[in-house]
C-alpha cells in the first residue's frame, strides 16, 4: 500500500494488487499509454491527460508531474514509512548538516549564501567550475549557515570545506 498526498493536502490510499490498482478502495481503471521518454497519454473516466514526469527524488519520495501543462508535486509513503509516522519517528532518517565539502577540485564561481542564512535541503549555495563545467552545489539538509570558509575565485581541493552550519 502506498499513501500519495498533493502540496495541497490531498490524500489517497493506493493498493497495487495483481490484477488491479484500488485507489481508496476503489478499483482504478485507467488506460495509459507512453508517448516519449517519462511522457504518458491517459484516458480516465472519457478524459484525456497527458502527463510528464518532471523531477523524482527516489531518496525522499517526492515526484513533481506536468499534467495538461498544470505542474502538481506529489509524495508517496509505503508501509514503512507510515509505520514511522505511527512510532513517531518519522524524522529518524533526517540528515543533520554540519558542513558541506567540496566533491571535486575547482574554482569557486559564485556563493549564494551567507553567515546566518537559513536554507532549506536542495537549495543552492553555490557554484564550482570543474572541468570548464558550472556545477550548483546544493544543500545537502535544512540548516543555517555558520561560516562560509571560501571565496569567490578561489581554487578549491576535493573534500575542502566550503560551508560550515
Request: glycine letters at 6%; aromatic letters at 6%; charged letters at 25%.
Amino acid at each position: 500500500m502506498l499513501q500519495i498526498k498533493t502540496a495541497n493536502d490531498k490524500t489517497w490510499q493506493v493498493d497495487i494488487q495483481k490484477d488491479a490498482i484500488l485507489l481508496n478502495g476503489t478499483p482504478f481503471n485507467w488506460d495509459i499509454a507512453p508517448i516519449g521518454p517519462n511522457t504518458f497519454h491517459i484516458i480516465k473516466d472519457s478524459k484525456s491527460y497527458t502527463a510528464e514526469l518532471i523531477e523524482a527524488d527516489y531518496q525522499s519520495k517526492t515526484f513533481t508531474f506536468k499534467i495538461n501543462g498544470v505542474k502538481q508535486t506529489v509524495s508517496a509513503k509505503d508501509r514503512f514509512d507510515l509505520l514511522l509516522d505511527k512510532l513517531g519517528m518519522s524524522n529518524a532518517n533526517a540528515k543533520q548538516v554540519n558542513d558541506v565539502k567540496a566533491p571535486m577540485p575547482g574554482l569557486i564561481l559564485e556563493i549564494k549564501v551567507q553567515p546566518g542564512q537559513e536554507v532549506k535541503k536542495g537549495d543552492p549555495i553555490m557554484i564550482l567550475e570543474a572541468m570548464k563545467m558550472e556545477n550548483i552545489l546544493k544543500s545537502p539538509g535544512d540548516g543555517i549557515v555558520k561560516e562560509v570558509k571560501v571565496q569567490p575565485r578561489q581554487n578549491v581541493e576535493k573534500n575542502q570545506v566550503l560551508i560550515q552550519f
